[in-house]
């Protein structure tokens, strides 16, 4: 890709509508200066002392904010969340970016998925704590599915693609569960011109009919289950190839400072990733790779393109401590033009 491809890939996405379904979750950060702690008087131990927070949308709600730093031109967030403070939190957040949140179900029954963040501040530094997760860890409620799969076919007409968020560990307690697979997949066949790139921790394997972006982990997994330790070059082109076979569409396996693979049907190259100096934080590239790509697929772009734009994008906002990491088109151009890497055909 040169310069010019880029700059046109990119100012194609104000036109583009995308929605965004899965597991919208709240990033919380707590930040704590140790130095104001205080003891219990009826515990003895030591009372952490707060002294800012920091709310964003997380898992999909980071995918959503990153289409939305690309200036996306409409972003549907399609989920269940809690009738609580986090949920409040998650719908502000995405409000503030001009987010359609019509079809984000609110339920009393049901937590908003949270990731609580305590960051201890000393010596002008953060580092991060131990994490505390809210998660739901009961079945989605059939009508909540119901409620989900009625708005995938109600959006399939505004929208020039889906972007899948499946985050959450548990079987069918998140968002994408087996029936809202199914309904993907019925889409995904049906509907070949409107892409769905999914991402999913555990379940990557089971997507049939829709563009997959797995890690090389994830993917070494979905076709080998019960798989540990390194996945090499020579598994991660047989993850690709498989998972192709699988789900009759393109696929992405993203492989952090190395880039990403992508496969089709009759082929594999592998798109390398972008220099990236100093300290960094990867926590949400895949989410940031997954909107930079999804963009590009939808505006015309191919999936070889589409991996050097998610590339770029996650290679600026892993630069970005102590916050969910977004990238601009002008980030994205600054960071294209900087030393060239040349990408490597296989086999």
């Known amino acids: 890709m040169d310069l010019g491809r880029m700059e046109e890939l990119l100012s194609t996405f104000p036109r583009m509508r995308i929605a965004v379904l899965g597991d919208f979750f709240l990033d919380k950060y707590l930040v704590i200066d140790r130095s104001l702690s205080e003891v219990s008087l009826e515990t003895g131990l030591e009372a952490y002392q707060v002294v800012e927070r920091r709310c964003s949308p997380g898992a999909a709600g980071t995918v959503t904010s990153n289409l939305a730093a690309l200036r996306a031109g409409r972003i549907y967030a399609l989920g269940v969340i809690g009738d609580d403070g986090e949920g409040y939190e998650l719908r502000k957040g995405l409000l503030k970016m001009g987010v359609d949140v019509d079809n984000l179900l609110v339920l009393p029954d049901r937590f908003t ?62 968002v994408v569960t087996d029936r809202v697979r199914e309904a993907l997949a019925e889409i995904g066949r049906a509907h070949p011109e409107k892409p769905i790139l999914v991402d999913s921790r555990e379940r990557i394997g089971k997507f049939r009919w829709v563009i997959v972006k797995p890690n090389r982990y994830e993917a070494a997994r979905a076709v080998y289950p019960g798989h ?82 998610g590339n770029a994008v996650a290679s600026v906002t892993i630069q970005q401590l102590g916050t969910t990491g977004t990238a601009s088109p002008e980030q994205v151009l600054d960071k294209f033009r900087g030393p060239p890497v040349d990408a490597e055909v296989g086999p």
């Open 228 to 309: 540990e330790g390194d996945v090499n070059e020579d598994l991660v082109l047989e993850s690709g190839r498989r998972l192709v076979e699988r789900t009759g569409r393109p696929a992405f396996i993203t492989m952090g400072e190395e880039g990403a693979m992508v496969f089709r049907e009759d082929g594999v190259v592998h798109v390398p990733g972008f220099r990236v100096q100093g300290e960094i934080d990867p926590v949400g590239a895949g989410d940031s790779f997954m909107a930079g790509a999804l963009l590009s697929i939808c505006a015309g772009g191919s999936p070889e393109e589409a991996a050097v734009v």
């Open 113 to 174: 998925p949270t990731y609580t963040k305590p960051m201890l501040r000393e010596d002008g530094k953060e580092r991060e704590m131990n994490r505390m997760d809210i998660k739901n860890r009961s079945p989605l409620p059939s009508r909540a599915e119901d409620h989900i799969i009625r708005a995938i076919y109600s959006l399939l007409p505004k929208v020039d693609g889906f972007a899948v968020s499946d985050q959450v560990q548990e079987r069918n307690c998140g």
